[in-house]
Every structure is written in structure tokens, then in C-alpha cells.
């Protein structure tokens, strides 16, 4: 599991007083990052290589809201990962109290610089096993 | 059904050159700002009236991309109406040729002004009347 | 001058109630969008033909906030043309009242795909010609 | 002077490839609640005591472009102070290079809840006091 820390800032928030919830899906972005990086194979490297991961599907619970002023713990594990889609899993957590806030998960694929549909495996089986040793299947 | 047409803005797209997928998120708040409208109770009179409508989940699949100079028809529909919550569905169409961007769904609840859950068939039989025939089931 | 209404989106709010001031920079953007639509230059087709024109600077004042359930009036004019940069003027207007609300100044310059500096005269001078006839002094 | 570093995220960037000029304005924020920080009155608390301190201007000027995959460093100073108004500078550099990409400046008051202007000195001498010495003058 990644895990990073991430503070609310003023202009994520709404005139609800909260985080507005499109945020949280850019959270997400954050640390898949996070991991990218903690795994060495971060996403900027992957781009200029000529390989995208679009995000094709995305869904998210909102159970409490996050303020500003607040530190929000978000974690992150890949939970499927196969030759053409995989899967990340999310919980945010305010980092003072332990509640969590969020939880949501994301589908992915692999596209290469043209939008095309790539087989990891074949384009770079170094990477798809790295991927493929990283998965967390549920608790 | 409602619908209303977007254009999509340069601030929206990401360096795929496509818009970022947070951005579809946006747009749904959009156009039930239109279906609320339409209703005749837009939701700033809703919040001036002390009622507030969380978004508690949402889900996204991005099927195609749309990019900079395109109009996207948002189209949505109540398909869900209870006493505490509620749900929307979502389609967002490349207005030109027709084709199927993004599908959706979300989920609402009532809060009043301290964030605690309303019964709205208590607070406003009028508009709970109003809001429950407004509901189309999934064709 | 070239206008165009805006509507508040609840996006756009923060949690001081009122519309962030980072979105009336994205306002600009918008309105720029309609000048030159008008103007018979959309931009998306200045890109397709390999001529970008980012920001070079910005300025802002607010005067007083919009917020959620407001229609603001965005109203532009080219203020200066050169070969190398050339500058807009904003106003927005709460669409209701009349009252100014925020003021503005951007100004541009010409790049290729390479993001090397243009001149507009030598690459495309009826483009040049079209633009420097939509300067508007400042009254 | 303040600093602290902005890891650029993908929902930052645009379709040009390189940050949206919108964004440096937001990083300003981020860099101005981290000088608040430091000076022992976060703006969460700020708040809670009723004292708002809105943005009234700012201009910015963009010199090379922050991409994805960059660190960005953010400066900050408070260049004036008096009772109704303050001023802040900013310029942010590529951390690696330590290329100066972006600078600006922005101005602010004092606001209570019912916005309307507050004068420091009278509400909060001690804050008045506090934030006095920490005038940087121009070098």
C-alpha cells in the first residue's frame, strides 16, 4: 500500500464549506503518483517512453467531508492487473483522527502515443511484471 | 431527460491533449443545475431555503475522450427518488457525430444548513411531490 | 468588444461563498474563445495549423465577488497588436445589476509547435491583417 | 521569504502540454497559507476568528512553463503591510534549474464574517503587530 499526505487547500473547497467532491478524483491522481514513483517507474518516464494510462472508469464514496485546514491521508493499492486494464483501490483518511472520508477505486489500460491499446507484456515485460508483483488483492 | 450542451474550455484539457477525466465529474453538477432549473427549484434557492444536496457517490466510465473545440451534449435523468436519497444517470455525447463519451451515475442525499440529514417529505412535501415524478426509470 | 454570459458553477465557489478568484482567469480564457469565433479564427484551428499564443502575463482586480446562482457578463477587447505580442482587456459585469465586478488585462504572444516565437506578419499575414484591424484603443 | 515545493500534478497541465497558466495563480495560495504557517497564524484559524483576507489583485507574469514530472519551488514575501490592505511577491523556479519561470504579485484586506473591511490594528493588535515586522522591502 502507498500512502501520502496531502493538505486541503482553500481553492479545492466549495461554498459548502468542503472539499468539492471532484477533488478526491484528482487525489486519486496524486497518489497513483505517488506509487508510480515508490515503485521506479514513475508516470512522467512512462509517457516520454510512449506508454498513457488513461483512466477508463472511476468511482467514488463520499462519507465525510474533508475541510480546509485539514491533512487528508490518502492510500492507494493496485488490487487487479492484467495484460490490457488494472485497477487501483483508494481510501482517504484525515490524517488527525483516523476517520476515514472516502474510499473509491479506478480502472486503467495501457495506450500507446497514437491512443492505440498496448499489450504490457510485449511492449515491456520488464514493466508488466513489476506491475504484476505489486497487486494487492482485497483484505 | 434533460439536456444541455458544453463546450469544452482549453483550461479543461491535460497534457494527453484530451479533458482531464476529473472535468466529466464537473459537468454532471452542471447539468443538474439545468435539470434543477428546468424543475423550477434551482438548487440556489434550494440552498437559500436551508436545504443542501450532497454528492455521497459517484461512478464515471470514459469510454472517448473529448477534446479542445468539441461541444458535448450532457444529458441526465433522476432515476432514483427516496425519502433520503436520490440518484442521477448520466450520458455525455460528442454533439457533432453522436458518439458516446461518458456514462454516469451519481448519488445525493438532503442535509439541512448543520449537515444533518432531512427528511424531505417532512420539510417540503411540495417539492418532494415534485422531485418524485420527475423519476424515469432506466428504459 | 465581444461578450458572452457566464454562469457561476457551484464548482467554482469556495468555501468563502464566492467564486474563487483563480476562475476568473479560466473567464478569460473563455471569453477569448468567443473573440476570436467571432472573429473567424477559432483557436482550436490556430492549433491545428501549428500557431499556439499562451499567456505571458496576467493582471486582476476584484471588486466584488460573483457567486453560485449569478450570470456574469464577460466582455473583452484586443487593446494592442504587434508582430511579436499583443493584449486584451476584461471587464465582468453581475449580469443582473450591472455592477462591475472584475477587471483585467492578459497579454499573448505567437509560438510555433516547437514553442519558438512567431511572427504573425511572415507566417500568415492575412491572420496578422484580421487581427490588427480588431484593435479597439482604450476609450 | 518563504518557500516551499509544488510537485506538478497531470490535472495541472493543459493541452499545450505544460501547466495552465490559472494554476500559478492557485500555487500562490498554496505558498501564502505555508507563510502563514510559519509566521504562527495559520489562515484554518484565522478564519475561525471571523478574519477573511480575500485576494483584491493580482498579476502574474509567465516566463517558461512548469511541466509534468517538475518540481517547482515557490517564494513568497510580504513587500508592504498597512492596516487595510498587504501585498505579497512570488517567483517560481524550476527546482532543478533553478530557472526563475513565473513571478507576480498580489494584494489583499481584511474582511470580518459580514465582509465588510477590518481594520488589523483595532480587531487583533498583536496579528497587526506580528505581521508588520514581517515587511520584506524590494531588494
Known amino acids: ?3 501520502y499526505l496531502h493538505r486541503v487547500q482553500y481553492y479545492e473547497t466549495d461554498a459548502m464549506g468542503v472539499v468539492h467532491h471532484s477533488n478526491y478524483i484528482r487525489w486519486m491522481e496524486e497518489v497513483r503518483e505517488v506509487f508510480l514513483d515508490e515503485a521506479g517507474m514513475p508516470y512522467a518516464e512512462m509517457e516520454t517512453s510512449g506508454l498513457y494510462s488513461p483512466v477508463i472508469a472511476v468511482s467514488c464514496r463520499y462519507r465525510f467531508p474533508a475541510r480546509f485546514g485539514d491533512t ?4 492507494t493499492a493496485l488490487t487487479e ?3 490490457v486494464r488494472f485497477c487501483y ?3 482517504m483518511v484525515d490524517a488527525a483522527s483516523g476517520k476515514v472520508l472516502v474510499t473509491g477505486e479506478s480502472e486503467h489500460c495501457f495506450l500507446n502515443r497514437e491512443g492505440r491499446p498496448v499489450s504490457l507484456k510485449r511492449k515491456n515485460p520488464a514493466l508488466y511484471d513489476k506491475f504484476a508483483q505489486l497487486v494487492e488483492k482485497e483484505p
Chains 1, 2, 3, 4 share one sequence.
Not at 487528508?72 to 492510500?75: A, H, K, Q
Open 72 to 75: 487528508v491521508r490518502i492510500e
Open 89 to 91: 483501490r483508494y481510501r
Open 1 to 3: 500500500m502507498t500512502s
Open 81 to 83: 492487473f492484467g495484460n
